[in-house]
């Protein structure tokens, strides 16, 4: 481990050991009322982000969330009622006090559907494509290598999983430029937007919005810039529609929109097309995929979805689900 590293280590060990962060936001200025409410209060001493990921994940019942940099727990707990014990939430840090406390309050709440690892953002303690979520608030700015903490966030999704990471961002003209170590753990230092986005974009992650971008207010007063950012692991998946019944263009057509905005929000490109069973393509396409349904939509040769003409206008709002049970995304 670098000294930097060792050096933010402690810090944080320490803050869990005086049971108060006087870093990053006062969780006051992050969570609603209601989540206050259901968060412990040494929890929220310890709380120190600079958004709210949870929030931005659409996070559903059964769903594996990991939360690297997990500190106290905040964000795994408000994950947990999200997901319900049909799910999992793995909280990932390397301070093994924030670790204690976190599973002490984890215990006292009778989550046990949450667990906390030890580990870095820079190598998960966790398999290939095992997550549907990974969230991080105010962490992976202080991880050494951010390629490094990225690339393992797109390995640890699965293909189409969903990440939204709150961090601190640098790059802020009128902002004095911190560096050094205690710069560092304090989450003072960052890339710039431009520098952070080609990164995240070399991992192989796509659909990348930015949900919010603003001020971090310190409890201690300093003023830190932080972003919101979604986006997804790309499967590389290409979506196209097949009719079977050239008479269903019209309702295909109107479908295009929700295809669209399914795929983006599953890291799928649409193609655009709406191919008739009569077309090259399209016939070479409904052999692969033969089905009794009047529209096929193909994801990049490897799933097909059928349906019903009768089912053709209900399916849009069942795209994502459906694409999701038939494993393509
Ligand atoms: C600013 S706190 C944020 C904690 C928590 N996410 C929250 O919102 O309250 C940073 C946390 O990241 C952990 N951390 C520090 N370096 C890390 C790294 N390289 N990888 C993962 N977590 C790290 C710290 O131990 C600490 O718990």
New binding site residues.
């Given amino acids: 481990m670098s000294e930097e590293?060792a050096f933010?280590?402690i810090t944080?060990d320490e803050l869990a050991r005086l049971g108060q962060s006087d870093?990053?936001c006062s969780p006051a200025e992050i969570y609603r009322e209601d989540e206050l409410a259901a968060l412990p209060e040494e929890v929220l001493r310890?709380?120190?982000?600079c958004g709210h990921p949870v929030d931005g994940a659409a996070i559903s019942e059964g769903e594996t969330v990991v939360?690297?940099?997990?500190?106290?727990g905040?964000?795994c707990f408000l994950a947990a009622r999200r997901t319900g014990p049909g799910g999992r939430v793995v909280g990932?840090?390397?301070?093994p006090r924030?670790r204690a406390l976190a599973e002490r309050h984890r215990d006292e709440a009778d989550l046990p559907w949450v667990s906390f690892a030890a580990?870095?953002?820079?190598a998960l303690p966790l398999p290939d494509g095992s997550a549907d979520v990974v969230i991080?608030?105010?962490?992976l700015t202080?991880?050494?290598d951010a390629g490094a903490a990225w690339r393992e966030i797109a390995r640890v999704l699965r293909p189409g999983g969903r990440f939204v990471v709150s961090d601190v961002i640098g790059g802020d003209p009128d902002a004095p430029v911190a560096s050094g170590s205690v710069a560092k753990a304090r989450?003072e230092t960052g890339l710039s937007w431009p520098e952070y986005r080609a990164v995240l974009r070399e991992c192989g992650l796509r659909s990348l919005r930015i949900l919010r971008v603003g001020p971090a207010a310190f409890r201690d007063g300093f003023r830190a810039r932080s972003v919101t950012v979604a986006g997804n692991r790309s499967p590389g998946g290409v979506a196209s529609i097949v009719l079977h019944d050239p008479a269903h263009a019209a309702s295909a057509g109107a479908l295009a929109g929700e295809v669209e905005s399914a795929c983006g929000r599953l890291g799928l490109r649409y193609d655009g097309h709406v191919q008739s069973r009569d077309s090259t393509w399209g016939r070479q396409l409904l052999e692969l995929f033969e089905g009794d349904g009047d529209l096929v939509l193909v994801l990049d040769a490897a799933v097909a979805l059928t349906a019903r003409s009768a089912a053709l206008t209900g399916l849009g709002p069942d795209i994502e689900r459906a694409v999701r049970e038939a494993g393509g995304a």
């Fill in positions: 590293a933010v280590q944080y870093l990053c310890l709380s120190s982000g939360d690297i940099g997990s500190g106290a905040a964000d990932v840090d390397p301070s924030m580990g870095d953002a820079a991080s608030n105010c962490v202080l991880a050494s989450c």
